[in-house]
């Protein structure tokens, strides 16, 4: 059973702080790595993807891989209040069509 | 661009009834999702197509149905409605198994 791990929350940070979100995944198999924002009421959006070791840095976001220890992360730089929204981790093996998605980090950034 | 269009938004219907959700994309991605999203649960697949003419069950197929009319559209049927299947439900596209594309999602209700 692939599984992909993320704590509920909700985290709350400052505004302007860095919120760090976190996943783990149980299918060393994976390859791609996908992080999705879903405001309430809202579907989900791609912030980033990541497919090779180290950080990959867009804008205020930066996402980190991890294999040999199966964790991805979601760095938020300067967080905004309209940053608060559900963070959903996915992860997808080499050859599927089916990624598998975490139960979303609910994140409050408060003023 | 209207991207991943589903209809209906909202949707009330009673125990056993039947109804079909629509979902179309115009961005020519070759493989198509749903899922349904319930409170606590993240993102759970029901069918996917990996390409036009092909469907595949997902993590929670029972008591659905989709038919992948042609490469723009994938339709969820509801056959027998029961209270369990209230949920929000998301149509997704992707080009080639990576980033997913959702629709706004459809609020079905079953008493």
């Known amino acids: 059973q692939k599984e992909v791990e993320q704590n509920s929350g909700p985290l709350s940070v400052p505004e302007g702080a860095i919120a760090s979100l976190n996943c783990t995944y149980s299918?060393?198999?994976?390859?791609?790595f996908f992080w999705y924002r879903q405001y309430s009421g809202k579907s989900p959006e791609l912030i980033m993807f990541?497919?090779?070791?180290g950080d990959k840095e867009d804008g205020r976001f930066t996402a980190q891989l991890n294999k040999a220890s199966q964790y991805v992360s979601l760095l938020i730089r300067d967080s905004q209040p309209s940053d608060s929204a559900t963070y959903l981790c996915?992860?997808?093996?080499?050859?599927?069509?089916?990624?598998?998605f975490g139960r979303g980090t609910s994140l409050i950034v408060h003023p | 661009n209207a991207g991943v269009t589903q209809t209906p938004k909202f949707q009330v219907l009673k125990t056993g009834q039947s109804m079909t959700l629509q979902c179309a994309q115009d961005?020519?991605?070759?493989?198509m999702y749903w899922y349904r999203q319930d409170p606590g649960m993240g993102l759970r697949l029901i069918y996917y197509?990996?390409?036009?003419?092909?469907?595949d069950k997902g993590e929670v197929p029972n008591g659905y149905n989709v038919s992948r009319l042609n490469k723009r559209e994938f339709s969820l049927r509801l056959e027998s409605a029961a209270p369990s299947q209230t949920s929000v439900y998301f149509c997704?596209?992707?080009?080639?198994?990576?980033?997913?594309?959702f629709g706004e999602g459809s609020r079905l209700t079953v008493l």
């Open positions: 997704a596209s992707t080009p080639s198994a990576g980033e997913l594309f």
């Open positions: 299918d060393r198999g994976s390859q791609s």
């Open positions: 990541i497919y090779s070791n």
């Open positions: 996915a992860a997808r093996e080499g050859g599927s069509y089916i990624p598998t």
């Open positions: 961005m020519n991605h070759n493989s």
């Open positions: 197509s990996a390409s036009e003419g092909t469907t």
